[in-house]
């Protein structure tokens, strides 16, 4: 079985959107999802730098967009075996999935990106990459610093989140055989501090028209797969101001028989994490069209 895998944000870079526009029908859905968005979507994917898709507002819409403009190109009217997002990914999965259309998906990222983007002003708050040590040891630290463990990754790693006043200190005191990075986000995501945009979100989402999943899809609060695309769409808002457990959607992934992932573009970071922690499956980064021979392949492989 093939899953999908669709990044969170961080995963951008600077003009990562480049050579997807030279793919026939890649520019005009973009362009279209632009209107949906309010953001020009093509600019921001090719020419804007570094700091201006780092902004919550723009980075989280600009992931989905180039998600399913990629998986549009690559499986057509197909549908996958499985599917999972990360963090705003979750978005994404949800379209690919069936429970939300595109357009759908883009307004409720819009909004999401919109409404945490001014939760993360409200207080300087950050998230701190936490790479190896014993993982009891990691946890205990986070707590011990008034952080969160926002997201649990599996492979080594956890990301810490709080104001940046505890994570100097977390940082200062940092658990035993541990690397700590920095991230380049505007806030401390799935923890208490978006609390604010969960609200916003929970009077918007129920309008929005949903239907069950096409395809298995898991969620990242518990790594469960979920046959409600209404009950998904009342996880997704709540999972703004919760952890994202990807180690146990990993646990799933291997549960159910995923055989080969295919991460979505800005691809990288979640096929380094299942190139760790689930030895021996099938794994392509999707990251420009070049790749998609060798996403086809494995597709093809796992049909025979």
Known sequence: MILLASPGQGAQTPGFLQPWLEIPGVADR??????????????????????????TAVAQ?????????????LYEDAVPGAVAGH??????????????????????????????????AVTETGMTAVLGGDADEVLA????????????????????????????????????????RPLSVAG???????????????????GAPVADPRTKLLQNRDGAVVASGRDF?????????????????MATMREIGVTGIIELPPAGTLTGLARRELKGI????????????KARELIKADAA
Request: proline share 6%; net charge negative.
């Open 233 to 249: 769409a009342a996880r997704l808002v709540e999972q703004v101001s919760a952890p994202v457990r990807w180690d146990a959607c």
């Open 188 to 206: 401390a995501f799935h923890t208490e501090h978006m609390a604010p945009a969960v609200d916003s979100l929970r009077r918007l989402a129920p």
């Open 141 to 180: 630290a986070i707590d011990k610093h008034g952080l969160t463990p926002a997201n649990v990754n599996g492979a080594g790693q956890v990301v810490a989140a709080g104001t940046m006043e505890r994570l100097a200190a977390f940082a200062d005191e940092p658990p035993a055989g541990a690397r700590l």
């Open 30 to 55: 973009l362009a279209w999802w632009s209107a949906v968005t309010g953001l020009d979507l093509v600019r921001y994917g090719t020419t804007a730098d570094a700091e201006e898709i780092r902004d």
């Open 282 to 293: 099938g794994l392509v980064a999707l990251k420009t069209p070049a790749d998609l021979d």
């Open 61 to 73: 819409p600009l992931l989905v967009a180039a998600a399913l403009a990629a998986y549009e190109v």
């Open 87 to 120: 963090s705003v990914g979750e978005l994404a999965a949800a379209a690919i999935a069936g429970v939300l259309s595109p357009e759908a998906a883009l307004v409720l990222v819009r909004e999401r990106g919109r409404a945490m983007a001014e939760a993360a």
